[in-house]
């Protein structure tokens, strides 16, 4: 049982988002656990959200998520992995100041010392991306 998680398939699936996240050469599971945390600080990031992945949740809530993520990883969080998520019909709030992926969000929502000075919704991308 991974993390206190059950159902159907858990490390299977586990195992999966591990290559889908580029952690499979550095983590596996044994025993229902992750073999290491022992790992950068984006790559904990990532597999906090295999965790998520797993949990199933309905919201998920990213303040600067990708900050930590290298180009290549940064590039798959933005233009697949968030997009499969709506895909499933989850909701998405996202916190982000890189404004070369605001086109994945459905409103942007543009604040200065926390007062909203715009807003602009699109028809395509996440729920919400918040600057």
């Known amino acids: 049982m991974l993390l206190g998680l059950s159902g159907d398939k858990v490390d299977e699936r ?3 988002y591990l290559m889908s996240l580029g952690l499979d050469l550095k983590v596996s599971i044994v025993n229902g656990k992750f073999s290491t945390i ?3 600080q984006g790559q904990r990031k990532r597999l906090a959200l295999l965790v998520a992945y797993l949990e199933d949740r309905q919201i998920y809530l990213f303040d600067e998520w990708a900050a930590d993520q290298d180009p290549r990883f940064k590039e798959i969080f933005y233009r ?3 997009p499969d998520l709506k895909e499933k019909g989850k909701t998405i709030i996202l916190v982000s100041h890189d404004d070369r992926f605001y086109d994945v969000g459905d409103r942007i ?3 200065d ?3 909203v000075t715009a807003e602009t919704r699109q028809s395509i991308g996440l729920r919400a991306v918040l600057n």
């Open 80 to 82: 697949t992995l968030l």
């Open 109 to 111: 929502i543009t604040l």
């Open 38 to 40: 022992n790992l950068s």
């Open 14 to 16: 586990a195992k999966e």
């Open 113 to 115: 010392s926390g007062i």
